[in-house]
């Protein structure tokens, strides 16, 4: 058996690889202490990294209080590069993505994206959102597969190559290089799962413009992965989540 930490208490668990639960947020003060709360709750998770992506509120504070290693930006690089540098900061083989603004997650949703990657069924799984059971079946099959919460191995990430680590981009280039690497994807349906809409937390007008540019930048980047097919990176961190960055580490 071997004794591992988790958030500061001692378990034993043989076999499986650790997990590092990287958490990107944004201005989260009023959803990340659930999110911090049930990833510390659950078993399987090793290591949680908050990266606040140049937050103006108290998501640091939030974070901070909850005694998580927290990588405050000084200003907002977007998602793909937040994500980046926590694969960055850790060396664990398994990454788990949860978005700051995720509601009702829970411990058993977390262990059903987990288990497939550290049981070796899977090298990635990715979470969407019930829907009914004919859209579930839909999107489990065509996709688009866009959800911000997945766990994979990490060498999927490390194989994005650099110019999809910005911007919108990065969960249709993590679905391209998994098929590129040969590695298998499953998808798990989590119900009840919910999270803080655009519009909500950036004001209507504001929030519907980024949706908008969302869906801009997912088509444009599927479009020049499937034509262009692009060099996989040679693993290791990103050139782009380098120390040189402006942020403070805690």
Not at 29 to 50: C, N, P, Y
Not at 197 to 215: C, N, P, S, W
Request: glycine share 8%; aromatic share 6%.
């Amino acid at each position: 058996m071997k004794k591992v930490s988790v958030q500061g208490r001692s378990t034993e668990r043989s076999g499986p690889p650790r997990v590092a639960a990287i958490v990107p947020a944004y201005n989260e003060q009023e959803t990340l202490a659930d999110v911090i709360t049930v990833l510390k709750s659950t078993r399987l998770v090793d290591e949680i990294l908050v990266i606040s992506d140049g937050s103006t509120d108290e998501t640091v504070h939030v974070s901070r209080s909850l005694r998580t290693k927290t990588i405050h930006l000084r200003r907002n690089y977007g998602k793909a590069m937040a994500m980046a540098i926590g694969v960055s900061h850790t060396e664990a083989p398994v990454v788990l993505f949860v978005d700051g603004d995720i509601l009702n997650l829970s411990e058993y949703l977390l262990g059903q994206l987990v288990e497939p990657v550290i049981s070796g069924s899977a090298e990635m799984a990715i979470g969407i959102r019930h829907r009914g059971w004919l859209l579930n079946w839909i999107h489990a099959h065509t996709g688009p597969h866009l959800s911000g919460i997945r766990c994979l191995r990490r060498e999927i990430f490390e194989a994005v190559p650099e110019e999809y680590l910005q911007g919108y981009t990065v969960e249709t280039a993590l679905n391209w290089a998994a098929r590129q690497l040969g590695m298998r994807t499953t998808t798990t349906v989590l119900c009840n799962l919910r999270h803080m809409i655009k519009e909500r937390k950036r004001g209507v007008a504001a929030g519907a413009r980024a949706r908008l540019d969302m869906f801009a930048a997912v088509f444009s980047a599927w479009l020049a992965l499937t034509r262009k097919r692009p060099g996989l990176r040679n693993g290791g961190p990103s050139r782009l989540a380098r120390p040189e960055l402006d942020y403070i580490n805690w």
